[in-house]
């Protein structure tokens, strides 16, 4: 009984020095509305959209982009992806990483303007400044090409950046404006 004592209490120690943390907790879905309590927003798509939740997530065809992304950024191992919205008009994916640089929001937000245009699409930023949608602040970034916009919408979440991002076609030029009217604060 005493050895079982000891292992235990030597396998708590181990935990307790390398840091063994709670996994990141994002928001909760339920009928098809995301709500991210903690950041303060929900998003409610309209009726005739698609959501993903949980595996499924990965079956978005812009889930890649945000992964690659944060693995050149080198949080491939805490991004998460908690919500995806598929709409007629493009797509609308819900993410977190880990903020292994310890970047201030600005510093994220130029990170994220550079790979943008930077990358294997080359995108023109068009805007990298800070929007209140609902009483809820974002740093916005948009970006486009002669084929598609991007739109980042990122929160600081503790140790993480959380942000909303949309992928759609030059030809809906209300894509952007119908994403975010899913977007609202919550009381």
Do not use: W
Not at 15 to 35: A, H, P
Not at 56 to 84: E, L, M, P, Q, W
Request: with cysteine; proline share 1%.
């Amino acid at each position: 009984m005493k050895k079982i004592i000891i292992s235990l209490l030597s396998i708590l120690i181990l935990l307790s020095l390398t840091g063994c943390k709670d996994s990141y907790k994002g928001g909760t879905v339920k009928d098809g509305v995301y709500t991210h309590s903690r950041l303060g927003f929900k998003i409610t798509p309209e009726a005739s959209a698609v959501t993903y939740t949980g595996d499924k997530v990965k079956d978005s065809d812009h889930y890649i982009v945000c992964f690659n992304y944060a693995k050149n950024r080198g949080a491939s191992t805490g991004f998460t992806c908690d919500y995806v919205v598929d709409a007629a008009v493009g797509e609308l994916l819900v993410c977190s990483e880990e903020n292994v640089k310890k970047l201030s929001l600005d510093e994220f937000a130029e990170k994220v303007t550079k790979e943008l245009e930077s990358g294997l699409l080359s995108y023109s930023v068009t805007e990298n400044s800070d929007v209140t949608i609902d009483n809820v602040e974002f740093r916005c970034i948009k970006a486009g090409n002669d084929f598609n916009q991007v739109e980042y919408y990122i929160k600081e979440d503790g140790d993480r950046f959380t942000y909303i991002y949309f992928f759609y076609g030059n030809h809906s030029k209300i894509a952007g404006e119908k994403f975010l009217s899913y977007i609202s604060g919550i009381e």
